[in-house]
């Protein structure tokens, strides 16, 4: 199967600090999406960010961006300034397949403190 | 904004229960999906469907079905629950944009089911 792999299940940063998420995939296409979502406690997923992998340039909204390393199969969020609500699991996920099915990662809680 | 609703939060349920989680979006999407989301294992995709009447099976599909009559509804059935299907269930909803999916989801809020 092929796989989304994030290696931190947890991690933690003090407000107004830059942190960064890891991740990892596997896939056998050229042409497929990586996205960031958020899951705050309200458990509703959020998107964060998205990557077409035929883009070379990385993505960013705000203070949020990706390092995509698309020959290493990398796809690292990071976050700069970090605020007390960015504090949520985060899930890295591959799409690529057909009828727009996602792969998903195994989370890595955020938190953040003051 | 795209908007899809599970009709229950919490649920709890006895071993060996039918048990149906209901899903509605209100944005006229053409593909709907049910996951999973365990503890270390992430999201898993249970069943996902393309159309009305269609349904395919996802990574995990034993011991669920799933039934969709009308586009905005899409249906997560448990014909005999079991305490190993005690689990978050989250339903998405994406659009097909040209000739591919859009990939991106909106999801619900979730449904936490116990089956004791």
């Known amino acids: 199967a092929q796989t989304v792999t994030q290696s931190q299940p947890e991690m933690s940063v003090q407000e107004a600090e830059t942190v960064t998420l890891s991740c990892t995939y596997d896939?056998?296409?050229?042409?497929?999406?990586l996205f960031w979502y958020k899951q705050p406690p309200s458990r509703q997923m959020i998107l964060v960010i998205r990557?077409?992998?035929?883009?070379?340039q990385n993505a960013t909204e705000n203070r949020f961006s990706v390092n995509f390393q698309k020959a290493a199969k990398s796809f690292s969020l990071k976050i700069s300034d970090s605020q007390l609500g960015d504090t949520a699991m985060y899930f890295c996920?591959?799409?690529?397949?057909?009828?727009?099915?996602?792969?998903f990662g195994q989370g890595t809680i955020l938190t953040v403190h003051p | 904004d795209v908007k899809v609703t599970q009709s229950s939060r919490y649920l709890v349920k006895r071993t060996g229960e039918k048990v149906f989680l209901e899903c509605v979006q209100d944005?006229?999407?053409?593909?709907m999906f049910w996951y999973r989301q365990d503890p270390g294992l992430g999201l898993r995709l249970i069943y996902f469907?393309?159309?009305?009447?269609?349904?395919e099976k996802g990574d995990i599909p034993e011991g669920y079905s799933v039934s969709r009559e009308k586009k905005e509804r899409f249906s997560l059935i448990l014909e005999s629950a079991s305490t190993n299907q005690t689990s978050m269930y989250l339903c998405?909803?994406?659009?097909?944009?040209?000739?591919?999916?859009?990939?991106?989801?909106?999801f619900g809020s979730g449904t936490q089911l116990s089956v004791l």
């Open positions: 990557q077409e992998a035929y883009k070379q």
């Open positions: 998405a909803s994406s659009l097909v944009q040209g000739a591919r999916a859009n990939e991106k989801l909106f």
């Open positions: 896939t056998s296409e050229n042409n497929y999406y």
């Open positions: 469907s393309y159309d009305v009447k269609m349904k």
């Open positions: 996920a591959r799409g690529g397949t057909s009828y727009g099915k996602l792969t």
């Open positions: 944005m006229d999407h053409e593909n």
